[in-house]
């Protein structure tokens, strides 16, 4: 394979409540020959703003993101909710201003982890950290945004001690939707409910996201229902070799 240059956007929420996946993302990275680099002032991609109306705000972050990465090869993302903004939002923030080009250019070079992965490098073939059954969500703007369902699940099924069972209701919305969970906590508890039970229904022990919003909110309901389901990061789980 040929040797790869690529920068981890890290995320707000990989920051400060997920550290452990970048570093399983970096590790992972390396060892498949990517030479991966975390540049520093990373802020926010912007998408709480872009949500919240705030579209001017948000074009002055997507502004900063684009100069930050202006001289990353590829671009990867440990959340598909930031790889969409960053993909489908900052070229159209940035359409009339001087950095329209960078913007879509960035664009092109910014890849979710998975389809990294599987796309762009074409490694499907690891070990499992965390051996057993395991089961799958679907973050909702990995699979509507990005239109990523199929890269996950290649690498999930294919991973050497692991099996996965299908989740039922797994492209149903975990509940979280970022200040949604805020707005109307009520009617996220109860989607929530709902997509644990499917959980627990699988007879996983291991529930995977590629999404840290989705993560922090089911990890949440499981650890308070004291569940004996582990919520992990995809990279997590591939984390423990080749």
Partial sequence: MTARRASLMVTCLGDLFFPEVGVSIVRLLRKLGVAVDVPADQTCCGLPLFNSGYHADAAAVAGRAVALFRDSEHVVVPSGSCAWMVKHEYPGL??????????????????????????????????????????????????????????????????????????PGADECCGFGGSFAVRLPEVSSQILAKKLANVESTGAGCLVACDAGCLMQMGGGLKRAKSRVRALHLAELLDGGR
């Fill in 94 to 167: 940035l359409a009339d201003s001087a950095l329209a080009r960078e913007a879509s250019q960035l664009a092109a070079r910014t890849h979710e982890f998975s389809q990294f992965l599987v796309r762009v490098l074409g490694v499907t073939d690891f070990t499992a950290a965390v051996p057993g059954r395991v089961t799958y969500h679907d973050s909702c703007h990995l699979l509507r945004g990005l239109h990523e369902s199929q890269s996950p699940r290649t690498l999930l099924g294919k991973l050497k001690g692991a099996e996965l069972v299908p989740l």
